[in-house]
């Protein structure tokens, strides 16, 4: 089956810096590398997705960028902000309805 | 407003004693999911079902089992078999069309034993 690594397992950085996590995965067959954002005591809520026929994306300040040769993706957050703090999970998807979850970052922002 | 409503929040279960945690959608979604959370990991699948009167084992199925009724419920049964059921479990759900949708989560339930 399928197997997510993501680093690294926790980052602090200081507000107005950048944040980049990364994903490693195994099937080279997968195609869809979607990341959440989980809050304390809530669930996680999908922030960007991206599939294996783009090799970035952007939505204001956060970024995907893949690279399906190496087999590895990331999420870059610029700007960052206290609000930020969050754990942070990457997926896979290897076009069947079922996702393989890494283990999470968890993102501290301080002010 | 359309969402996953998981309840209840929290639940305690005794020794020997099954539990059932409520998954509603009101987004017209075929697919459903439940995962495990566990401190420091990702979720873990448990069940997942397509469409309604059928569902598969996720990675974790032992000691939970699931029903899927109506489009829009999907209910998850900790059965005493599972003996190690402390977690936070999510539910999910997601559009079908041949390839992986967005998955919507539930603000979960945290399970906890007396």
């Known amino acids: 089956g399928e197997n997510v690594e993501q680093h690294p397992s926790t980052l602090s950085v200081q507000e107005g810096d950048s944040a980049v996590i990364k994903c490693t995965y195994s099937?080279?067959?997968?195609?869809?590398f979607p990341w959440y954002k989980q809050e304390l005591g809530k669930g996680p809520q999908l922030i960007i997705d991206?599939?294996?026929?783009?090799g970035e994306k952007k939505d204001q300040r956060i970024a995907v960028t893949l690279n399906k040769t190496a087999k590895h993706f990331s999420l870059h957050i610029t700007e960052t902000q206290p609000e930020d703090s969050a754990v942070y999970f990457c997926?896979?998807?290897?076009?069947?309805?079922?996702?393989?979850f890494g283990k999470g970052t968890m993102l501290l922002v301080s002010p | 407003d359309g969402g996953i409503t998981q309840s209840p929040k929290y639940l305690f279960r005794k020794e020997g004693q099954n539990v059932t945690l409520s998954c509603e959608q009101n987004?017209?979604?075929?697919?459903m999911y439940w995962y495990r959370q566990d401190p420091g990991q990702g979720l873990r699948l448990i069940y997942y079902?397509?469409?309604?009167?059928?569902?598969q084992k996720g990675d974790i199925a032992e000691g939970y089992s699931v029903s899927r009724e109506k489009k829009e419920s999907f209910p998850l049964t900790v059965t005493s078999a599972q003996k190690n059921p402390t977690a936070f479990y999510l539910c999910?759900?997601?559009?079908?069309?041949?390839?992986?949708?967005?998955?919507?989560f539930g603000d979960g339930t945290r399970l906890s034993i007396l």
């Open positions: 999910a759900s997601s559009g079908t069309g041949g390839r992986n949708q967005p998955q919507h």
């Open positions: 099937d080279s067959a997968s195609n869809y």
């Open positions: 991206i599939r294996s026929n783009v």
């Open positions: 997926a896979v998807g290897s076009g069947y309805s079922t996702l393989t």
């Open positions: 987004l017209n979604h075929d697919a």
């Open positions: 079902s397509q469409i309604v009167n059928d569902f």
